[in-house]
């Protein structure tokens, strides 16, 4: 079964600054893919971005951008010029590729506060 | 921009009782799932829907839940006799079947807070 760790419970940026949350997967798959959500005190998710495996290119949204290191399996997110409306509950998801549309797996979360 | 929708946002109902969760997926997509978080936990994955049957469901998804897409819009989930512990947020969310070899992203909803006592 695949897991996905989350091991740092919280973490602080200050405004504009740069911060990395890290996030690493087991799995026996070589086709899947991975996300990044983001769930504010509303609690509803928002999908960051996603990046797919076979792709060696980190994805990137705007200020939001990947490391991904297949052969570590590990997936971290680095949120450049932190804004206030970051401060969120960041969870780290798997997807395996073996099945169209197949579950996700979550993490457990980490909470990120931004100090003004 | 389309999204997922969800209703009610907070039902507190009774242990014992029966609780229907409501979902309107967007409206191309042709997957369905339903997860919950209890609160200060990791989101789990609780079942998944398409062309009307269960794909898969998890060790959660017992006798007492069940999926239904009684029409073309909505997509529900049945708590038979709800427990304390199904006391979560529950999300929706969907997918569209692009056709493609790649597993297309699914979008949440904005989750109904459950609270049994």
């Known amino acids: 079964a695949q897991t996905v760790t989350q091991s740092q419970p919280e973490m602080s940026v200050q405004e504009a600054e740069t911060v990395t949350l890290s996030c690493t997967y087991d799995?026996?798959?070589?086709?899947?893919?991975l996300f990044w959500y983001k769930q504010p005190p509303s609690r509803q998710m928002i999908l960051v971005i996603r990046q797919e495996a076979y792709k060696q290119q980190n994805a990137t949204e705007n200020r939001f951008s990947v490391n991904f290191q297949k052969a570590a399996k590990s997936f971290s997110l680095k949120i450049s010029d932190s804004q206030l409306g970051d401060a969120a509950m960041y969870f780290c998801?798997?997807?395996?590729?073996?099945?169209?549309?197949?579950?996700?797996?979550f993490g457990k979360g980490i909470t990120l506060s931004v100090r003004p | 921009e389309p999204e997922v929708t969800q209703t009610p946002s907070h039902q507190v109902t009774q242990m014992g009782q029966e609780v229907i969760l409501r979902c309107v997926p967007i409206s191309n997509h042709l997957y369905f799932y339903w997860y919950r978080q209890i609160l200060g936990q990791k989101v789990e994955f609780l079942v998944s829907?398409?062309?009307?049957?269960?794909?898969?469901k998890s060790e959660i998804f017992d006798d007492q839940f069940s999926v239904e897409r009684p029409d073309g819009s909505n997509f529900t989930l049945k708590i038979r006799s709800t427990k304390l512990e199904d006391s979560a947020m529950y999300f929706c969310a969907s997918s569209e079947n692009s056709g493609g070899a790649e597993a297309d992203t699914q979008y949440f909803g904005p989750g109904t807070r459950l609270t049994v006592l």
């Open positions: 829907f398409y062309n009307n049957e269960i794909s898969e």
């Open positions: 998801a798997y997807q395996g590729g073996t099945g169209a549309n197949s579950k996700l797996t």
């Open positions: 799995t026996s798959e070589s086709d899947y893919y």
